[in-house]
T-cell receptor
Framework: DGGITQSPKYLFRKEGQNVTLSCEQN?????MYWYRQDPGQGLRLIYY???????QKGDIAEGYSVSREKKESFPLTVTSAQKNPTAFYLC?????????????FGEGSWLTVV | GQNIDQPTEMTATEGAIVQINCTYQ??????LFWYQQHAGEAPTFLSY????GLEEKGRFSSFLSRSKGYSYLLLKELQMKDSASYLC?????????????FGQGTTLQVKP
C-alpha cells in the first residue's frame, strides 16, 4: 500500500532522554515535514526537507533534530533540550511543485513525558 | 507577523447549515486548506482554494477572498459524524506546498 508510516504510535519519554520518531513514505515525494500539535491547538511546523541531505528549521525547531539521508525517511529526534515535548506529532509529505491537495499526513505519534 | 484566526468552538443542530470563518495574514500565499480532524487522528483533507470564489464538494463548500484575507467552510445537512475540529491552513511557500500555517482549529459540536 502507498502511504506514510509513522512509528511508534505511542511513546513515553523519561526526563533527560532523547527519543526518535520514525516517518517512512513510499509515495516518492520529495518534500517531508514534521508538525507538532498540542491539545486544542493547530499544527506548528518543526522541520521540513525538500530534498535528500537538506532540511530547514520551521517555526519551533528548538529541542528537535532531523536527518534526511534517504528520500523515503525523515526521522525526528526529540532531545532532552525540548522542555515540554508532550504532544501529538504528525509527519507529512508533498511532491515539490505539486498542487495544493497533494499533501499527505501520516497517522501521528503520541509522545508523553513520564 | 503571520496569523490565522478562526473561532474556537461552534455548536449546530443535526440537519442544519454551519459556516466556519477563517481570516489570515501571511507573508505569502499559495493556497488555503480546510482539514477535518477527529480527536487523536490525523487531519483529513476537505478543500483547497487558491483563486477567489466558491468551491463546492458535496455537503462541503469553501470560499476564498484573497483581497480580504478571508475564507469560510460551509457544511450543509449536518450529521452527527461531522462533530470534529476544523482546521484552516495557509500554504505560504512558493513551490513548497506542504509548508503550512495553521489556525488553532474550530471545534464543532453537532447536537441532535
Amino acid at each position: 500500500d502507498g502511504g506514510i508510516t509513522q512509528s511508534p504510535k505511542y511513546l513515553f519519554r523519561k526526563e533527560g532522554q532523547n527519543v526518535t520518531l520514525s516517518c517512512e513514505q513510499n509515495l516518492n515525494h520529495d518534500a517531508m515535514y514534521w508538525y507538532r500539535q498540542d491539545p486544542g491547538q493547530g499544527l506548528r511546523l518543526i522541520y521540513y526537507s525538500q530534498i535528500v541531505n537538506d532540511f530547514q528549521k520551521g517555526d519551533i525547531a528548538e529541542g528537535y533534530s532531523v536527518s534526511r539521508e534517504k528520500k523515503e525517511s525523515f526521522p525526528l529526534t526529540v532531545t532532552s533540550a525540548q522542555k515540554n515535548p508532550t504532544a501529538f506529532y504528525l509527519c507529512a509529505t508533498a511532491p515539490t511543485g505539486g498542487t495544493g491537495n497533494t499533501i499527505y499526513f501520516g497517522e501521528g505519534s503520541w509522545l508523553t513525558v513520564v | 507577523g503571520q496569523n490565522i484566526d478562526q473561532p474556537t468552538e461552534m455548536t449546530a443542530t443535526e440537519g442544519a447549515i454551519v459556516q466556519i470563518n477563517c481570516t489570515y495574514q501571511t507573508s505569502g500565499f499559495n493556497g488555503l486548506f480546510w482539514y477535518q480532524q477527529h480527536a487523536g487522528e490525523a487531519p483529513t483533507f476537505l478543500s483547497y482554494n487558491v483563486l477567489d470564489g466558491l468551491e463546492e464538494k458535496g455537503r462541503f463548500s469553501s470560499f476564498l477572498s484573497r483581497s480580504k484575507g478571508y475564507s469560510y467552510l460551509l457544511l450543509k445537512e449536518l450529521q452527527m459524524k461531522d462533530s470534529a475540529s476544523y482546521l484552516c491552513a495557509v500554504s505560504h511557500g512558493s513551490s513548497n506546498t506542504g509548508k503550512l500555517i495553521f489556525g488553532q482549529g474550530t471545534t464543532l459540536q453537532v447536537k441532535p
